[in-house]
């Protein structure tokens, strides 16, 4: 079977509210060689992300999107125990929805991914407070935020958000990510304090490697 194929039996399970066949499906991906990034952004991802469409579009409702979430929840908490992490560096990175943001599974993946580097991460999850986050990351003081957004509803936490984090001093480097920042919508999160826009994990954990080097690498 193809990567696509996989990524289709996936979303069938999910659809027909069998959680036994959306996980063979995914057993079935590892056991083929996919390997569990590829999993998580090539299967998990794009399955998820179909079906926030069919919510949209309103041809599946808020329990059947919920359920969907949970089952891919806890398949990913499956997989995130068998990534390999590399030993902690120092570098430090904050990882949260923005104000009022649901979605929380995209920041889990990118936490997996930065860990897998060597960062300790602080993941927030669905979106807190922006006062909350800023006051947590200027106690912290992190070399990256990195924040999701997926719904146009919550902007207002957004440019408040950005905008809290862009004015601590020492300033980190805030990152934007999620489905709301498409081509149309990326020079607006420029605007509003993000350093960088980026949606895949693996282009992240590269760019932070030249931009942000573990210590022992810094020139």
Same mark, same amino acid.
């Given at each position: ?13 999910? #659809?027909? %509210?069998?959680?036994? *066949? &959306? ?5 079935? $991906?590892?056991?083929? /060689?996919? @390997? ?42 499956? #997989?995130? %125990?068998?990534?390999? *992490? &590399? ?5 430090? $990175?904050?990882?949260? /929805?923005? @104000? ?49 957004? &997926? ?56 760019t932070l490697q030249e931009r942000i080097p573990p210590p022992?690498?810094?020139?």
């Amino acid at each position: 079977m193809s990567l696509d194929e996989h990524r289709d039996a996936f979303l069938e399970g999910l #659809l027909a %509210r069998d959680s036994a *066949r &959306a996980r063979l499906a995914v057993q079935a $991906a590892l056991d083929a /060689g996919v @390997p569990i990034p590829d999993v998580y952004l090539e299967l998990l991802q794009p399955a998820l992300r179909e079906v926030g469409h069919r919510w949209a579009m309103g041809t599946l409702n808020v329990a059947e999107e919920h359920y969907a979430t949970a089952v891919a929840r806890s398949i990913l908490d499956g #997989l995130s %125990r068998r990534v390999p *992490r &590399a030993p902690k560096d120092g570098r430090l $990175a904050v990882v949260s /929805g923005t @104000p009022d943001e649901l979605h929380e599974l995209g920041t889990r993946m990118v936490a997996d991914f930065l860990e897998a580097d060597g960062w300790e991460v602080l993941l927030l999850g669905p979106g807190a407070p922006a006062h909350d986050v800023a006051e947590l990351v200027e106690s912290e003081q992190p070399e990256v935020v990195a924040l999701s957004t &997926a719904t146009a509803s919550v902007l207002h936490g957004v440019v408040e958000l950005f905008g809290a984090v862009a004015a601590l001093n020492p300033r980190p480097c805030i990152v934007a990510g999620g489905q709301f920042w498409t081509a149309e919508t990326s020079a607006a999160a420029l605007e509003f304090g993000a350093d960088l826009v980026i949606h895949d994990p693996r282009d992240l954990v590269a760019t932070l490697q030249e931009r942000i080097p573990p210590p022992g690498l810094a020139e």
